[in-house]
């Protein structure tokens, strides 16, 4: 009796084994799996394309200014690549990344202004204004991405906040009032981009104005949003094609410079409409304070030694300051997913896709477009300004690609890490689309203000 019950009990222990033992091994091969020898390749690819990277943003045309003083500022912004790159290997950083990379910004700011002020290549009061419009903006960028949600709150009538957007509209509305007049004196008369702008800010007035006292959606007030803006950038398009299809040389200033201009001023209305009724607007008028103070920073008359490295390292830390000033986080938490019903009442899997992914990476979007801009601040001739416009957007890329790197290193080194799931692993996801995108947008926007309208000029010429 004894023995027989011992055979039951033993039968019925290895029977609970057998069970843990396949459990176990489903539990393992349904749980993720690290081949590291993949990874191990795949990091020594990435590092291998970074070095031919390298090779490629300092060699690609005329380089930079031999002898003279080194740009303090390339140095500094150098050595802040390095720190922020070793930093994504910790998960207290990535927390806290938008904060440091704010101070970062900053300080580079600070340092380039007293290098330039230093040297006294320009007017004072011209450097110092610009630089307190980058450090204000910056500071309005940091307080509004922390405090985002409860600045987007729709659900309370407010009179006031109606009032401030109309004024805010209306101040916007003035200044494209001037700057229009201009745009007719540079482009002949070719302004209807402008004209398609105006009507998208004037319906993105309205339609912030009835979400925020009337609680309405606006959803064909957003719709005829998407449409002007869209058409300003057709319009845009349209006059360079009838520029470059003339044998004759475009415009430098007007092409290369308000040529970007044109598209940032057509995109935008979307972008402030995408990012809230009440934070876009100043969202938009931020960045472009932002940008518009670090070209005045360290885009100086005269040329030094570095100066484009330092521009570069200067516009990645911007673009991380309007992606966090954007009220965005590296996590899936952090997506805006209210942005993609923005003028949509059902669901359309492509079109809310691509209206969240352009609200995400709007920052990169407006860096992109700025590009030829900077790059007409350094350069003495259009010429000139292609080469150093690929320059910088390589330059651009190495940086973010060295971060990149090291965020997919961290992701490796913390493959058992309890956050794994919660930190690295969205960290190196967000890092990777964000770089493919930013290097998607800057070679766009090279090929639209150089490449193309090159070609369409030579095929001119040739039938001439």
Not at 215 to 225: E, M, P, Q, T
Not at 289 to 307: D, F, H, I, N, W
Not at 352 to 368: H, P, Y
Request: charged letters at 15%.
């Amino acid at each position: 009796m004894k023995i027989s019950r011992a055979n039951r009990l033993l039968d019925s222990d290895e029977f609970v084994v057998e069970f843990m033992d396949d459990t176990a091994a489903t539990a393992r091969a349904k749980w993720a799996q690290f081949g590291l020898v993949r990874m191990t390749l795949g990091f020594i690819a990435l590092v291998g394309s970074l070095v031919v990277h390298a090779v490629l943003a300092y060699n690609v045309g005329v380089r930079d200014v031999k002898g003279g003083v080194v740009d303090i500022g390339a140095v500094v912004g150098v050595g802040m690549v390095v720190l922020v790159s070793l930093s994504r290997l910790s998960n207290s950083f990535i927390i806290a990344e938008r904060d440091v990379m704010q101070f970062f910004f900053a300080t580079f700011v600070t340092i380039s202004t007293c290098w330039t002020l230093r040297r006294k290549t320009c007017s004072e009061t011209r450097i110092l204004g610009d630089a307190g419009k980058a450090l204000f903006a910056n500071a309005i960028l940091s307080a509004l991405g922390a405090s985002w949600v409860k600045s987007d709150a729709t659900n309370v009538k407010s009179l006031t906040g109606a009032l401030a957007l109309l004024s805010a509209y209306s101040i916007i509305g003035v200044s494209f009032v001037e700057l229009r007049k201009n745009m007719f004196e540079r482009y002949n008369g070719r302004a209807r981009a402008f004209d398609c702008a105006s009507l998208a800010w004037l319906f993105a007035a309205l339609r912030s104005v009835a979400v925020t006292m009337f609680d309405s959606y606006g959803i064909w007030l957003a719709r005829l949003v998407y449409v002007f803006s869209a058409s300003g950038i057709i319009a845009h398009a349209l006059n360079q094609t009838n520029y470059a299809g003339k044998s004759v040389a475009l415009p430098s200033v007007s092409h290369v410079v308000h040529g970007p201009e044109f598209f940032l001023v057509s995109m935008a209305p979307t972008i402030a409409m995408l990012a809230g009724p009440i934070s876009g607007v100043i969202y938009v008028a931020s960045a472009y304070a932002l940008l518009r103070g670090l070209k005045g920073v360290v885009t100086e008359p005269k040329r030094s030694v570095g100066t484009e490295t330092a521009l570069a390292t200067g516009m990645w830390l911007a673009s991380s300051v309007l992606f966090f000033g954007g009220g965005h986080a590296c996590s899936f938490d952090g997506l805006h997913f209210a942005a993609a019903y923005t003028g949509f009442e059902k669901f359309h899997f492509y079109i809310m896709g691509f209206l969240l992914g352009f609200e995400t990476w709007s920052s990169e979007i407006m860096l992109a477009a700025s590009i030829p801009i900077f790059a007409r601040a350094i350069s003495t001739h259009r010429e000139s300004t292609e080469a150093t416009s690929t320059r910088l957007a390589l330059k651009i890329s190495l940086f973010r690609a060295i971060a990149v790197t090291f965020s997919t290193l961290c992701a490796a080194l913390h493959r058992r890490h309890l956050m794994v799931w919660a930190i690295f692993a969205p960290k190196f996801v967000f890092e990777s689309i964000g770089s493919s995108v930013a290097d998607a947008c800057a070679l766009l926007s090279i090929a639209l203000n150089f490449w193309i309208p090159r070609r369409l000029r030579a095929r001119a010429s040739k039938r001439d």
